[in-house]
């Protein structure tokens, strides 16, 4: 916890890592057998294993009934990308793409460092931590782009300055709080060796005088960034961005496994939304309120999302409020491994005026076990071709 390393005892040399990671200490106690299964564990090289495995150890550290009443599901890497992508990525890459000068590139870095991306389901920071990790291989691609095109770059001008900070997430779940937060940390980590390998290759290259090192330690603090609480209930941190795969709950289920006192509640507080909408459409809702215009979000949600009293109170609501749906996927079997559904993913933006070019819509067919794919000119509501 202290910034000053000891100069002496056990921790002699250890570098301060972070007061809000270490900020409470707690007294663990181990059996034999746990300190033996420890030591075992620790003789192995972990350093590749990706740390999106912490999903699938938070899934596993809840029971089956609180998996089915909470709707609480881990999402596979390759769905968040079909988020991550269209929302962040894509946008900004197209934007790099039409770039003329050294300013303007130098203008886009900015502009990412200071985008803000919200997961209001985060659980432990999948979603957040791909983002992370992709917006920042984004980073390196601009970085490259410069250093081909501008040879006389300053090692300033390729420092980073995407942050942790920059991420937020709330979830009801306290542990899985603090899984997000070190998620964070590890990519952190993990994406800075991958910028220190590209500056020494610029320096073996010659495109650069001095191998520009850049240091994870100490993590951020993070705390501000995260907040438990009910996403439906509390209001959010403000976002360019808003991803994530809300809870799973039908209509009917809702009082079942919530409770009526709670289905009340939620559904007094948003009043035009018909009480035959799945748990979902409340956070699509939501979602496009907490946008401001130029802002985007892409959500996982059941695939009655787009149909009747689900789709007017989520998407009709969208498109009818300045939503421009710009990516969907309509009807998918659900890959995490716990929920035996089809989802839809659909992917917005909030906009002033109309958006130019065609929408992308991509529908499973379940009998024919293949992707059927159409681009439009306006994707509807009802999300059809």
């Not at 609480?229 to 994530?244: C, P, R, T, Y």
Request: proline content about 4%; charged content about 25%.
């Amino acid at each position: 916890n202290s910034k000053t390393p000891a100069s002496g005892g056990r921790f002699k040399g250890v570098r301060f890592f972070n007061g809000g990671i270490f900020n409470k200490i707690y007294q663990i106690e181990l059996t034999h057998k746990e300190l033996k299964i420890l030591l075992d564990a620790s003789k192995s090289d972990w350093s590749k294993v990706s740390p999106s495995i912490f999903g699938n150890i938070f899934e596993h550290s809840l029971s089956s009934k609180e998996q089915h009443r909470t709707g609480s599901h881990y999402t596979p890497e390759n769905d968040i990308l079909r988020i991550v992508e269209p929302t962040l990525i894509i946008p900004l890459r197209e934007k790099i793409a039409r770039a003329k000068t050294l300013k303007n590139l130098l203008e886009i870095k900015d502009e990412i460092s200071a985008i803000k991306i919200l997961d209001p389901a985060c659980g432990s920071g999948n979603f957040l931590y791909i983002a992370f990790r992709e917006i920042k291989q984004l980073e390196l691609e601009l970085f490259n782009d410069i250093v081909e095109n501008y040879k006389s770059i300053s090692t300033t001008q390729l420092s980073s300055n995407i942050k942790g900070s920059q991420f937020f997430g709330i979830d009801t779940n306290s542990f899985a709080i603090e899984l997000a937060k070190i998620t964070l940390s590890f990519a952190k980590i993990l994406t800075i060796q991958e910028k220190n390998e590209f500056n020494r290759q610029l320096k073996l290259d010659g495109f650069l005088d001095i191998e520009s090192k850049e240091d994870p330690l100490p993590f951020e603090n993070l705390d501000d960034n995260f907040y438990v609480g009910d996403s439906l209930k509390v209001d959010w941190f403000e976002a360019d961005i808003i991803i994530g795969n809300p809870p799973f709950q039908s209509k009917n289920k809702m009082q079942q496994e919530f409770g009526a006192e709670y289905t009340d509640e939620i559904r007094s507080i948003f009043p035009n939304v018909s009480g035959f909408a799945d748990y979902c459409v409340y956070w699509f809702r939501k979602s496009h309120d907490n946008l401001k215009i130029g802002g985007r979000a892409g959500l996982v949600g059941t695939n009655t999302i787009a149909q009747t009293n689900s789709r007017q109170g989520g998407l009709e609501y969208i498109v009818n409020n300045h939503g421009v749906i710009l990516n969907t996927i309509k009807s998918m079997p659900w890959q995490g491994s716990s929920a035996i559904v089809n989802v839809s993913i659909v992917n917005w933006i909030k906009t002033a005026k109309p958006i130019k070019g065609n929408k992308h819509i991509s529908i499973f067919d379940d009998i024919k076990e293949e992707w059927q794919e159409y681009d439009v000119e306006n994707l509807p509501s009802p999300l059809s071709p």
